[in-house]
Nanobody
Framework: VQLQASGGGLVQAGESLRLSCAAP????????MGWYRQAPGKQRELVAA???????IYADSVKGRFTISRDNAKGTVYLQMNSLKPEGTANYYC???????????WGQGTLVTVSS
């Protein structure tokens, strides 16, 4: 299974981007779909996730600015990022956690660069 992430780019602080990740995985097997990011020299961190049942989780640093959503019919998870900040510059990775082996899949990463 390959996750196809897209939507990254170069924006100025305060602007918006929407990331998309196509996940061709049976919806009933998914426990969580999420977005992580990794900035140069830093550890990968969870940005936002949507879990089975529809509840959402956000990192404190993005609450109120980012919104995660899922289109089950398209098997796609989105991350709407508003009011972007320079510290949001990172490679963003989509992640899907499932009930059986291999238990999770990662996308290839899409680079978001926010200039000040």
């Amino acid at each position: 299974v390959q996750l196809q992430a897209s939507g990254g780019g170069l924006v100025q602080a305060g602007e918006s981007l929407r990331l998309s990740c196509a996940a061709p995985i049976m919806i009933f097997s998914i426990n969580m779909m999420g977005w992580y990011r990794q900035a140069p020299g830093k550890q990968r961190e969870l940005v936002a996730a949507i879990v089975r049942g529809g509840s959402t989780i956000y990192a404190d640093s993005v609450k109120g600015r980012f919104t995660i959503s899922r289109d089950n019919a398209k098997g796609t998870v989105y991350l709407q990022m508003n009011s972007l900040k320079p510290e949001g510059t990172a490679n963003y990775y989509c992640n899907v956690k499932i009930q059986a082996r291999p238990y999770e899949y990662w996308g290839q990463g899409t680079l978001v660069t926010v200039s000040s």
